[in-house]
């Protein structure tokens, strides 16, 4: 089996995660604007913009458009990713990748930065070959699920089965403490199942990708072997295409990076 490169550090508190992630962000920094939108997200701050996938449901308490950030720090607004209000939790991951996923930071940790149309920053594509005929998991049906499946012994967990290839998320217990390589999407760190998949899949090589997805030291603490996410690189392109605008501004304000441990 192939194991992960790193040794997790135990979270004996399942809080511990995003306490570490929020207590990373410095104190002081001003946020001056955000967006909430159907799909996606974002918080501009003094430090840069941050993105994250929008995820609906959970707790009904108020909801992230009353947030008013004119009057909040960025560590304060990057707190509410542990709200069980997943919108509001949703805006908290925005507020992380404010500071975490800035290009200048990425670089400096020696993260690959590209533009969208190329596979170099897809960990879907550079594990292919390297994972060829194990057992592979992906939590979240993936665009590239299906070409996965003729090269591995495949699972996609998904809340929504709507696919032949797709096993109820439930499943994650019998099934994901015998995978070799497990993708999970960014957005488990909004709904906080990212905690316990994580455990379960300590001894796999572990990948977290997506516009959610948050290069922070203490997910590579906690065993994250690769981050593969997206950075804005044009704030006022990357605003308008999250706002409704075409693929093409999406492509000129938003790059994807991959981070590895």
């Given at each position: 089996?192939?194991?992960?490169?790193?040794?997790a550090?135990?979270?004996?508190?399942?809080?511990?995660?995003?306490?570490?992630?929020?207590?990373?962000?410095p104190?002081?920094?001003?946020?001056?604007?955000?967006?909430?939108?159907i799909?996606?997200?974002?918080?501009e701050?003094?430090?840069?913009?941050?993105?994250?996938?929008?995820?609906?449901?959970?707790?009904?308490?108020?909801?992230?458009n009353?947030?008013d950030?004119?009057?909040?720090?960025?560590?304060?607004l990057?707190?509410?990713?542990?709200?069980?209000?997943?919108?509001?939790?949703?805006?908290g991951?925005?507020?992380?990748?404010?500071?975490?996923?800035?290009?200048?930071?990425?670089?400096?940790?020696?993260?690959s930065?590209?533009?969208n149309?190329?596979?170099?920053?897809?960990?879907?594509?550079?594990?292919?070959?390297?994972?060829?005929?194990k057992?592979?998991?992906?939590?979240?049906?993936?665009?590239?699920?299906?070409a996965?499946?003729?090269?591995?012994?495949?699972?996609?967990l998904e809340?929504?089965?709507?696919?032949y290839l797709?096993?109820?998320?439930?499943?994650?217990?019998?099934?994901?403490?015998?995978?070799?390589?497990v993708?999970?999407?960014?957005?488990?760190?909004?709904?906080?199942?990212?905690?316990?998949?994580?455990?379960l899949?300590?001894?796999?090589?572990?990948?977290?990708?997506?516009?959610?997805?948050?290069?922070?030291?203490a997910?590579?603490?906690?065993?994250?072997?690769?981050?593969?996410?997206?950075t804005?690189?044009?704030?006022?392109?990357?605003?308008?295409a999250?706002?409704?605008?075409?693929k093409?501004?999406?492509?000129?304000?938003?790059?994807q990076?991959?981070?590895?441990?």
């Amino acid at each position: 089996m192939q194991t992960s490169n790193n040794t997790a550090e135990p979270m004996n508190n399942p809080w511990d995660l995003y306490d570490r992630m929020i207590a990373g962000v410095p104190k002081g920094i001003a946020v001056k604007d955000i967006c909430i939108n159907i799909h996606w997200c974002y918080v501009e701050a003094e430090c840069g913009m941050g993105i994250s996938y929008t995820v609906g449901g959970g707790a009904k308490t108020r909801t992230a458009n009353e947030v008013d950030p004119y009057h909040m720090e960025l560590r304060e607004l990057a707190a509410l990713a542990k709200s069980w209000d997943f919108t509001q939790a949703s805006l908290g991951i925005a507020a992380l990748n404010a500071w975490y996923a800035r290009a200048d930071r990425l670089s400096s940790l020696g993260a690959s930065i590209g533009g969208n149309a190329s596979h170099d920053n897809d960990p879907f594509y550079k594990l292919a070959d390297r994972f060829a005929g194990k057992n592979v998991c992906v939590v979240g049906h993936f665009p590239h699920v299906a070409a996965m499946a003729s090269k591995c012994n495949l699972t996609v967990l998904e809340r929504n089965c709507d696919s032949y290839l797709d096993t109820p998320d439930s499943a994650c217990e019998f099934i994901m403490p015998q995978q070799d390589l497990v993708y999970m999407t960014g957005t488990t760190l909004t709904n906080k199942t990212a905690v316990r998949l994580l455990q379960l899949s300590k001894n796999a090589y572990s990948v977290i990708v997506g516009p959610s997805a948050v290069p922070a030291p203490a997910l590579i603490q906690a065993g994250v072997n690769i981050i593969a996410g997206s950075t804005v690189v044009n704030t006022e392109y990357a605003k308008k295409a999250i706002k409704g605008g075409t693929k093409d501004l999406w492509r000129a304000g938003i790059n994807q990076f991959m981070l590895e441990s």
